[in-house]
């Protein structure tokens, strides 16, 4: 899927982004809380249901629903 954004996209890398919340590196990230994923952050734009979506920080890029990244917003 060339639309998903890739763990290994150098801005991906540089803002931790995971396809899985659960495996943030929480000593490096230590604003990440339990529950925080892309499908809840106001920066995502995919529906509910999707298994991703785009995000404004990523341009045509769409993310995964389960992801998350040091750029997490619930505001
Ligand atoms: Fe996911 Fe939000 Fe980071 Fe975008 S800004 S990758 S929606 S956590």
């Known amino acids: 899927d060339a639309q998903r954004?890739?763990?290994s996209d150098p801005n991906a890398k540089?803002?931790?982004y995971v396809e899985d919340?659960?495996?943030v590196d929480k000593g490096?990230?230590?604003n990440y809380a339990a529950g925080q994923e892309c499908s809840n952050c106001s920066l995502y734009q995919g529906q509910p249901g999707d298994d991703a979506g785009g995000c404004?920080?990523?341009g045509a890029k769409r993310?995964?629903?389960h992801g998350w990244c040091s750029?997490?917003?619930?505001l």
């Open 5 to 7: 954004l890739s763990e």
């Open 14 to 16: 540089q803002l931790g």
């Open 21 to 23: 919340a659960s495996k």
């Open 28 to 30: 490096r990230y230590s």
């Open 56 to 58: 404004t920080l990523f």
């Open 63 to 65: 993310v995964a629903a």
């Open 71 to 74: 750029s997490y917003s619930n």
